[in-house]
């Protein structure tokens, strides 16, 4: 992808052990296919290591994804890759619930570590 996404500003974390759960129930991005609006719930679990996600920062994270042509899958896939990126969670959700278009809603969930390609399939 052709787009550089900003850095999310950390703060120290001072706990062990507890879990924060950030969402954004108006977030929208732009279906690169059809150049319609999607809109959507993106939703950060996650317990933190030795830094804590700054908020202000991580909205305006999020906000660049507002004129952002990508896939919901993708969005949800990159919010994972910087928040890790960024304070190096001991583990992180990032959950989109995206509104119905054309009949059909998603819901994407990607998870930090990444689970082995084993454990992700579903079992027959």
Known sequence: MDFTFPEIETWPNQFPGYEILVDDPEFT?????????????????????????????????LFCYRNLGIFQENVVNQVLEDVVKACDPVWAVVKGDFRPRGGISTTIEARWPRPKLEAAEPSK
Request: aromatic share 12%.
């Open 29 to 61: 991005s732009v279906c690169p296919k059809t150049g319609l609006p999607d809109f959507g719930i993106v939703t950060l679990r996650y317990t933190p290591r030795e830094r804590c996600l700054e908020l202000k920062s991580y909205k305006e994270y």
